[in-house]
C-alpha cells in the first residue's frame, strides 16, 4: 500500500528554474492539497484541490501553480524558481468529509541557489 | 482566522517518564477538529491523536492522550511512559469542520527529544 508518494525527495535549483514536484495517492482520496515546511513556521497551505479539475488557493499560493486532471495525481509546479521557495515540500490527501486524517507524503526538500 | 500556537519550541523527557506538550488556539468556531502530529528525523508526518471539539471525552491513544479544554481553547498533549522512538517534532493542527475543505492549519511545532 504506497499511499501518498512524492517524487523526488530532494532537488536543487538554479534562481529562474522552473520545475514540477509530483504527488501521487492510491487511495482514491478526493482532497489533495500542498503544503510547505520551513524553520520554525510550521506547515502552511500552498494550494489544494477537492476533486478532478478542481483547485483553489490556500494561504502561500503566489509562484506555484496546480493542476489536477486525475483523482490520483497532484503535480505543484514552480514557475521561476527563487531562493524565497526554499522550502520541504508535503503533498496530503483525505477522502475528504468532517474531521477525516490527512495523510502525508515523505516531502520533497527542495533548494533554491 | 484561526491561529495555532505551541509555546514550547523545544522540550527534553527521560525515557519512560511523562511529558506534556501545550497548545492553544483562537477560532470562533463552535465546532472543528483538533490533532496532533508526530514528525520524526524521517520527515512522515503521523496523526497522533484527533479531537472533535463537541465531544467532551478527551481522546486517547495508548500512551498518547490530551487534555481539552475548550473554553480555554487549550488542547495539549501527554505523553506517558516516553520512549526513545518519541523523539520528534511534534505539531498541533486546527480543522474547521465545514468550508475549510480539510485544510489544516498548524502550528509552529514542538521539538521533543527523549533521553536515555
Known amino acids: 500500500n504506497a499511499g501518498v508518494t512524492q517524487t523526488p525527495k530532494f532537488q536543487v535549483l538554479k534562481t529562474g528554474q522552473s520545475m514540477t514536484l509530483q504527488c501521487a495517492q492510491d487511495?482514491?482520496?478526493?482532497?489533495m492539497s500542498w503544503y510547505r515546511q520551513d524553520p520554525g513556521m510550521g506547515l502552511r497551505l500552498i494550494h489544494y484541490?477537492?476533486?478532478?479539475?478542481?483547485?483553489d488557493q490556500g494561504e502561500v499560493p503566489n509562484g506555484y501553480n496546480v493542476s489536477r486532471s486525475t483523482t490520483e495525481d497532484f503535480p505543484l509546479r514552480l514557475l521561476s524558481a527563487a531562493p524565497s521557495q526554499t522550502s520541504v515540500y508535503f503533498c496530503?490527501?483525505?477522502?475528504?468529509?468532517?474531521?477525516?486524517?490527512?495523510?502525508f507524503g515523505q516531502g520533497t526538500r527542495l533548494t533554491v541557489v | 482566522a484561526q491561529t495555532v500556537t505551541q509555546s514550547q519550541p523545544e522540550m527534553s523527557v527521560q525515557e519512560a517518564e511523562t511529558v506534556t506538550l501545550s497548545c492553544t488556539y483562537d477560532?470562533?468556531?463552535?465546532?472543528?477538529?483538533l490533532f496532533w502530529y508526530k514528525q520524526p528525523p524521517s520527515r512522515q508526518m503521523i496523526l497522533v491523536i484527533r479531537?472533535?471539539?463537541?465531544?467532551?471525552q478527551n481522546a486517547t491513544e495508548n500512551r498518547f492522550s490530551v487534555n481539552f479544554q475548550k473554553a480555554a481553547k487549550s488542547f495539549s498533549l501527554k505523553i506517558s511512559d516516553s520512549q526513545l522512538g518519541d523523539t520528534a517534532m511534534y505539531f498541533c493542527?486546527?480543522?474547521?469542520?465545514?468550508?475549510?475543505?480539510?485544510?489544516?492549519?498548524f502550528g509552529k511545532g514542538t521539538k521533543l527529544s527523549v533521553k536515555p
Open positions: 487511495m482514491n482520496h478526493e482532497y
Open positions: 477560532t470562533s468556531e463552535s465546532n472543528y477538529y
Open positions: 484541490s477537492v476533486g478532478a479539475g478542481i483547485t
Open positions: 479531537q472533535e471539539a463537541y465531544k467532551q
Open positions: 496530503a490527501s483525505s477522502r475528504g468529509g468532517v474531521g477525516t486524517e490527512a495523510f
Open positions: 493542527a486546527f480543522m474547521k469542520p465545514r468550508g475549510s475543505q480539510g485544510n489544516l492549519i
